[in-house]
Every structure is written in C-alpha cells, then in structure tokens.
C-alpha cells in the first residue's frame, strides 16, 4: 500500500512521522530572557516570577543588559527546568505581565 498523497508525494497522517512534544530533554538549564523599559521594575518582576517557578534559580544565574540608547534592559536568566510543562508557564506568566515587552 502507497502511504503517500498521489498528488503532491506528502506523506499521508497514516505515514507520517510522529511528533514528539519538544526536542528538549529534561532536566535541562535553558535561558530565558525577557525584555522591558529600563526605567520600570522589570528585573524584580521576572525574578520574582522565575523564582516561582524555578525555586532554585539563584542570583548567579540572572544577568541584564541594557540597550544601546538605555531605553530597553534586557533580563536573562539560566533556569534548571524540569519540564516542558514548567517552560510553558514561565512564558505564559512573563508574556502576560505588563512591564515585560518581551519574552524569548
């Protein structure tokens, strides 16, 4: 049996590869960074949020840079996550706060 689509080659969903959540493994360190004016409190916003969600996140792990003009602070930090599940609510929460312009 062709487990391909006639027209266009694709594989069919009964061929095609399964996906896997994410290409992390866990536990991993992996950086986060979040962006926001540097006149507002955004470093203690995203470490409080980190810390929340990273318990162990310790103030080694945390850096900042601010822009070229010195508008912007740029706020990264190393967690040790666990999960995918964990990364997606660290993002969720940042993304959601108001003085956090970015989140990467």
């Not at 540097?38 to 949020?49: K, L, N, P, T, Y």
């Not at 040790?80 to 989140?103: F, G, M, N, P, T």
Request: with cysteine; charged share 20%; aromatic share 6%.
């Amino acid at each position: 049996m062709n487990n391909r689509n006639p027209q266009t080659g694709a594989p069919t969903p009964a061929s095609a590869p399964e996906v896997t959540e994410t290409l992390l493994e866990f536990p991993c360190t992996f950086p986060i960074k979040a962006m926001g004016a540097a006149d507002s409190d955004i470093e203690a916003v995203v470490w409080e949020i980190l810390s929340r969600h990273a318990p162990d996140l310790a103030p080694a792990d945390v850096t900042t840079r601010r822009s070229s003009g010195g508008k912007w602070l740029a706020v990264t930090a190393r967690v040790r996550a666990h999960s995918k599940a964990q990364l997606d609510a660290i993002y969720r929460e940042l993304s959601a706060h108001e003085l956090v312009v970015y989140a990467l």
